[in-house]
Nanobody
Framework: QVHLAESGGDSVQAGGSLRLSCEVS????????MAWFRQRLGKEREAVAA???????YYRDSVKGRFVAAKDNDKDTLNLQMDNLKPEDTAMYYC???????????????????WGQGTLVGVVS
């Protein structure tokens, strides 16, 4: 059974950094597309970053150069390093996973099967 558990959310000042973690169980990173989504108040959920079984990454334009998604195979965690945070990054952040085969896309348009409960990030100016 796949289980995802996010942590690391906090309140920080604009320009600061946070590192979110998603503890994963019940799956092998090599066979899954992993992603971070966020949902801002009053907005639809949006993909922030994704990483496929080979490590290829996708980022939404607004976070390119500021956010980095990476897998820690030793600790079975998916991390999201967020630097130079902006007030508009304030949101609930979710970890997601879906089966992935080589050649499949891994991006925000994937219909992800597994989701965590989320961790809250607040950025104040």
């Amino acid at each position: 059974q796949v289980h995802l558990a996010e942590s690391g959310g906090d309140s920080v000042q604009a320009g600061g950094s946070l590192r979110l973690s998603c503890e994963v169980s019940g799956l092998s990173f090599r066979g899954y597309c992993m992603a971070w989504f966020r949902q801002r108040l009053g907005k639809e959920r949006e993909a922030v970053a994704a990483i496929d079984g080979n490590g290829k990454t996708y980022y939404r334009d607004s976070v390119k150069g500021r956010f980095v998604a990476a897998k820690d195979n030793d600790k079975d965690t998916l991390n999201l390093q967020m630097d130079n945070l902006k007030p508009e990054d304030t949101a609930m952040y979710y970890c997601a996973a879906d089966l992935w085969l080589r050649g499949d896309g891994c991006h925000g348009g994937v219909d992800f099967s597994y989701w965590g409960q989320g961790t809250l990030v607040g950025v104040v100016s």
